[in-house]
């Protein structure tokens, strides 16, 4: 999945917090919102209406980037309430972090057909 589809791809489902998210689409949008937040601290330094508009957009993109984490978890076959985990310090970002690492779970589960089967994305007749 390429960066541009990853990103057109979360931002579609706003906030879709049903379905599963690839390896490629999670960390591709979260290159994405890196990026943004580099952006708007360098600008910070120069203007401070940049400061008001980084937080702007900060918390417009803060409902997909739950969406598409929760995606993710579905995929490793999850609940989206493992998210909670970020909420214990250091430990929990780690556990995070494998969850979010790992490969998908081959074949449909509870949360759907696996996005990487072509069958299931409508590339195979």
């Known amino acids: ?6 990103i057109r791809s979360v931002l579609t489902q706003y906030a879709g917090f049903s379905g599963r998210a690839r390896r490629s689409e999670y960390w591709w949008f979260y290159l994405f919102i890196t990026i943004v937040n580099i952006v708007f601290g360098c600008l910070s330094g120069v203007a401070e ?4 508009i980084g937080l702007i957009v900060s918390l417009a993109l803060l409902l997909p980037t739950i969406a ?3 995606r993710r978890l579905h995929d490793t076959n999850r609940s ?3 998210m909670l985990l970020g909420l214990i310090p250091i430990v929990g970002g780690i556990i995070l972090l494998i969850f979010f ?3 998908s779970k081959p074949g449909p589960n509870r949360f759907g057909p696996n996005p990487k089967d072509p069958a299931a994305s409508g590339l195979v007749a």
């Open 49 to 52: 209406a940049a400061v008001f």
């Open 1 to 6: 999945m390429l960066f541009v589809d990853a």
């Open 80 to 82: 989206g309430w493992f």
């Open 68 to 70: 598409v984490s929760v």
């Open 101 to 103: 690492t790992q490969d």
